[in-house]
Each structure stands twice: as C-alpha cells, then as structure tokens.
Nanobody, 123 residues
Framework: QVQLVESGGGLVQPGGSLRLSCAASGFTLDDYAIGWFRQAPGKEREGVSYISSDGKTLYGDSVKGRFTISSDNAKNTVYLQMNSLKPEDTAVYYC?????????????????WGQGTQVTVSS
C-alpha cells in the first residue's frame, strides 16, 4: 500500500524559510518520481517541483531560484527547502508520486497523493 506522509509545514514570515519532508512507503524512490503540488485558497492545484529516480529536477516558474528539491533514497524521503518565502506561497502542499511525474502530468493524472501540509506565509 502506497503512503506519502508530509511534515514540516507551518507559519512563517515573508522572507523566511521552511523545509517540507515527505516519507514514502509501499514503493521505492528508485522506481518512481516524487515531488510536490500545492493548492492556494480559491486556486487550482499547481506543480511546484519534482525529482526523478535518477536525480533530475523540475521546478515551477514561480519557485525557481527559491525552492530546492532533494531526495534521500536510503530513507525513501523527499525534501523541499523553501527560501525567500512570499505570501503568495501560502497553500496546502501535497507530496505526490508517479512514474511519469516529470512528463508534466495534470493533477488528476498523478497516481499517488499525500494528505497535504499547510504552509502559511504572513507577517
């Protein structure tokens, strides 16, 4: 049974940093791409960042240069380091996994989702 469990969300001031973690079980990162979507209030879900099983990364335009995705295959865990956070980064962040994640899947096409963790950027 595939499970994705996120942690690390919270409240942070603009310009601050947070690191999200996602522990995966039921599959290995050697076989799947893994990453993050987010959904802000009143908006559609959007892709944030993904990492393939061989370490290739992809970032959404709005987070390039500020967010960094990494994975620890031994721990079957993916991380999202978020720096220089802005109020518009406020959203629920979902860990996702799919073999074809870096192909630009629509949210409804992604196979596995975590429950989400809230990130709020506010002063």
């Amino acid at each position: 049974q595939v499970q994705l469990v996120e942690s690390g969300g919270g409240l942070v001031q603009p310009g601050g940093s947070l690191r999200l973690s996602c522990a995966a079980s039921g599959f290995t990162l050697d076989d799947y791409a893994i990453g993050w979507f987010r959904q802000a209030p009143g908006k559609e879900r959007e892709g944030v960042s993904y990492i393939s099983s061989d370490g290739k990364t992809l970032y959404g335009d709005s987070v390039k240069g500020r967010f960094t995705i990494s994975s620890d295959n031994a721990k079957n865990t993916v991380y999202l380091q978020m720096n220089s956070l802005k109020p518009e980064d406020t959203a629920v962040y979902y860990c996702v996994a799919d073999i074809d994640l870096l192909a630009g899947l629509e949210p409804y096409e992604v196979a596995y989702w975590g429950q989400g963790t809230q990130v709020t950027v506010s002063s």
